[in-house]
Nanobody, 123 residues
C-alpha cells in the first residue's frame, strides 16, 4: 500500500520561511519524478515544483522561482520543499505527488497524491 504523507505546513508571516517534507512508502521512491502542487482557496490546483529521479534536474514556475527549492533524499524516501520569502498569495494546501513519464510533472501524470498540508501566510 502506497502512502504519501506531507508535513511542515503552518502559519507564518509574510517574508518568513517554511520547510515542507513528504515521506513515501510502498513504492520504489527513486523510480518516480516527485513534485509539489498547491491549491489556493477557491482556485485550481497548480504545480509548484518537481524534481527528477536522481535529483539532478528541477523545475519551478515563475511564481516561485528564486524563492522555493525542491530536493529529495532517495535513501530516506523523502521529498522536501524549502520555501523562503513567503507571500500571502502562497497560502494554499500543498500536496506531494509522485509520477512517471512526463517532465515537468503535471497533475494528469501523477500516480500518487498525498492528502496535503496547509500553508497560511499572513500579511
Amino acid at each position: 500500500q502506497v502512502q504519501v504523507v506531507e508535513s511542515g505546513g503552518g502559519l507564518v508571516q509574510a517574508g518568513g520561511s517554511l520547510r515542507l517534507a513528504c515521506t513515501v512508502s510502498g513504492l520504489t521512491f527513486d523510480a518516480y519524478i516527485m513534485g509539489w502542487f498547491r491549491q489556493p482557496p477557491g482556485k485550481e490546483r497548480e504545480g509548484v515544483s518537481c524534481i527528477n529521479v536522481s535529483g539532478s534536474r528541477t523545475y519551478y514556475p515563475d511564481s516561485v522561482k528564486g524563492r522555493f527549492t525542491i530536493s529529495r533524499d532517495n535513501a530516506k524516501n523523502t521529498l522536501y520543499l524549502q520555501m523562503n520569502s513567503l507571500k500571502p498569495e502562497d497560502t494554499a494546501m500543498y500536496y506531494c505527488a509522485a509520477g512517471a513519464g512526463r517532465w515537468p510533472l503535471v497533475a494528469s501524470a501523477v500516480n500518487y497524491w498525498g492528502k496535503g498540508t496547509l500553508v497560511t501566510i499572513s500579511s
